[in-house]
């Protein structure tokens, strides 16, 4: 089956940790988001990536960190920099060549900081 | 700047009665519209898109949505709603400037009774 998977689904943070999030996915699409998301604030944009070696930040990229070696994957990095990390986060991917395809999703990570 | 508001954080409707979910934008020229659905925990669903053409959209589970170009507004409705309806819906509109950047509302909790 595509899809998108996003792992851990549960996450817990000490103060002071790094943490890396996974999103894998196998639909052949070229472009991948990461979004943050908070009770009554909607979906906040924290990175892109239209293709592999390439991405840019979002409205709130300030904390995170991500990569993309590779087309499948685009991982997310909490930084120790980031102040309020618990939230959820989903990641999304699109096909690109067609400029108004829809976004798929994965089924989110919830991080707690503990 | 590119923006969806979603008026209402919560709708409430008795299950077998139509459903509206209201959402309005805010963009120049033409849009590029979506609605999502979230369940608890879980990431969005793609249910319609608006591009161009028939104003009234349909889309997945009998939603449809139709757009207004003249009180911008892109409204989701349902004409006999089911408990399983109940959900947190997103509006999101695509950024003219820039295509992989999608803009989301604040999202609407549905709740269907019995």
């Known amino acids: 089956d595509g899809g998108i998977t996003q792992s851990p689904k549960y996450l817990f943070r000490k103060e002071g940790q790094n943490v890396t999030l996974s999103c894998e996915q196998n639909?052949?699409?070229?472009?991948m988001y990461w979004y943050r998301q908070d009770p009554g604030q909607g979906l906040r944009l924290i990175y892109y990536?239209?293709?592999?070696?390439?991405?840019q930040k979002g409205d709130i990229a300030e904390g995170y960190s991500v990569s993309r070696e590779k087309k499948e994957s685009f991982p997310l990095t909490v930084t120790s920099a980031q102040k309020n990390p618990t939230a959820f986060y989903l990641c999304?991917?699109?096909?690109?060549?067609?400029?108004?395809?829809?976004?798929?999703f994965g089924q989110g990570t919830r991080l707690t900081v503990v | 700047a590119q923006s969806v508001a979603q008026p209402e954080d919560q709708v409430n409707v008795a299950e077998g009665n139509p459903l509206t979910v209201k959402c309005t934008y805010s963009?120049?020229?033409?849009?590029?519209l979506f609605w999502y659905v979230q369940y608890p925990n879980r990431g969005l669903q793609f249910l319609l898109k608006?591009?161009?053409?028939?104003?009234l959209v349909k889309g997945s589970y009998g939603f449809e949505a139709e757009f207004n170009k003249s009180q911008t507004s892109f409204h989701l409705k349902k004409p006999s709603a089911l408990v399983s309806d109940s959900a947190l819906y997103f509006c999101?509109?695509?950024?003219?400037?820039?295509?992989?950047?999608?803009?989301f509302g604040s999202g609407t909790k549905l709740n269907v009774k019995p």
């Open positions: 999304a991917s699109r096909h690109r060549d067609n400029e108004v395809t829809e976004a798929f």
């Open positions: 639909l052949n699409h070229d472009a």
């Open positions: 990536s239209q293709i592999v070696n390439d991405f």
């Open positions: 963009v120049s020229g033409n849009p590029y």
């Open positions: 608006y591009i161009t053409g028939d104003n």
């Open positions: 999101a509109v695509r950024d003219r400037d820039n295509f992989n950047k999608f803009y």
